[in-house]
């Protein structure tokens, strides 16, 4: 079945330290051809942060004779060393294909004021 459902759909990344580890992350790729397109397409997942490339992963795409295909790459695991835009494309012989962003932002650790402790009662 070509149907997908979508659970966690992030458009930004929060973090009070770097770096930080995602234990788990799934990209969720779309394609259409043409009919004269070929049925196997290969091309490679990049992910950069702040203009660092993070990783290169191979994906090979496979129509099975259809005008569509859905493809899911599940990485497990990536470290972001910090804070930045993180890029992932899908990149074929040199040329971007697809492309999304994801903001990785610093926030500030809460404040915590302490309480004077109240001394106890004499009785």
Do not use: M
């Not at 397109?37 to 990049?46: C, E, F, K, Q, Y």
């Not at 099975?64 to 804070?83: E, S, W, Y």
């Amino acid at each position: 079945s070509q149907l997908v459902s979508i659970f966690n759909l992030i458009d930004r990344v929060q973090a009070q330290g770097f770096p930080l580890a995602i234990n788990k992350i799934a990209l969720l790729f779309s394609f259409t051809r043409e009919p004269n397109d070929p049925n196997i397409l290969n091309a490679s997942v990049v992910a950069v942060l702040s203009g660092s490339e993070l990783l290169r992963h191979p994906l090979q795409i496979n129509f099975l004779d259809k005008a569509k295909a859905n493809q899911i790459l599940t990485l497990q695991g990536i470290v972001l060393p910090g804070p930045g835009q993180l890029r992932f494309s899908l990149v074929r012989d040199g040329t971007e294909l697809a492309v999304t962003e994801i903001d990785v932002i610093s926030t500030s650790a809460p404040t915590i004021t302490p309480t004077p402790a109240v001394p106890a009662a004499r009785t």
